[in-house]
């Protein structure tokens, strides 16, 4: 493990990034012997300083469960990282395009818990009895380091590069239709770019969520009522522009769009 020093020091500088706007070099090419375990004790600090100046947890990210979004990074196994309060934002927004280190998107299911959800041994089938409404959703990422050569060190360093969601559609109960085949087609200013089904995520998004409980087990967390799990992208990230409008279409779970100003 790394020092307690050299982690502090990480995660200030990470804060810092995500105020200037920008991106700090690449961690693994400076600290080449840092691990998974060093990259989460960055990242769980990294949200104790966001937490004492303030943001409020209300839910998690689940990062790289699917095909498309391993082959678009090049990383083979999931992540996760921490959702605040002001990061959800509602469909029809307008996003200010600068605020964020030349964002992309992802169409992606949220789980809303209506009952706590903690590991070892979470299944799941424990995360569908748990899940109050799943709804649809939008990922904006964020990179508060450089892109070019990241691994999952950097990544999970990075809160698994969230920046914001937007939160949209129709929300369903777990059980009133096959999440399995929840399918989105994905449009950057009237233009079909990307388009797939939830299965891509681990063959069936809650699969992420219960992956979820048992990780952050480890590590002395659990998720709580309340809560907003988002359960991974099953398109390739989509970049975005100033101007540009977003506009995911679900079918009979409805639309979620947003605007980058």
């Known amino acids: ?7 502090e ?3 200030d500088e990470l804060l810092d990034a995500g105020r ?11 600290y080449p012997d840092m691990t998974v375990e060093d990259s989460y004790a960055v990242q769980q ?33 999931p992540d996760y990282g921490a959702i605040f309060d002001d990061m959800v934002l509602e469909t029809g927004c307008s996003v200010q395009w600068d605020q964020y280190t030349h964002p992309r998107v992802e169409v992606e299911l949220a789980f809303v818990l209506k009952d706590a959800l903690k590991g070892p041994g979470c299944t799941i089938f424990d995360v569908l ?13 964020d990179s508060r380091i450089e892109m070019e050569g990241r691994t999952i060190v950097d990544t999970i360093s990075d809160n698994a590069a969230m920046g914001a969601m937007v939160i949209g559609g129709r929300p369903v109960r777990p059980d009133a239709v096959d999440l ?3 399918s989105a087609i994905l449009y950057k200013n009237q233009t079909v770019e990307e388009t797939g089904v939830a299965a891509g995520v681990l063959d069936h998004p809650a ?6 409980a048992n990780k952050i087990a480890a590590h002395g967390d659990s998720m709580k009522a309340g809560d907003i799990i988002l359960a991974g992208s099953f398109t390739r990230p989509l970049w975005v522009y100033k101007g540009d409008t977003v506009h995911a279409d679900y079918g009979p779970l409805g ?4 605007n980058f100003d």
């Open 1 to 7: 493990m790394m020092d307690a020093k050299t982690i």
């Open 9 to 11: 020091a990480i995660a």
């Open 20 to 30: 200037n706007r920008k991106p700090v070099p690449r961690l693994t090419a400076r």
């Open 45 to 77: 600090l990294w949200r104790r300083r966001n937490e004492e100046a303030g943001r409020t947890l209300v839910g998690r990210k689940i990062g790289l469960t699917s095909k498309a979004m391993q082959a678009a990074t090049g990383i083979t196994e």
């Open 129 to 141: 009895n748990a899940t109050d409404y799943v709804v649809p959703a939008l990922e904006i990422l």
């Open 180 to 182: 399995r085949w929840v």
């Open 207 to 212: 699969n992420g969520v219960h992956w979820l």
């Open 255 to 258: 639309v979620v769009t947003c």
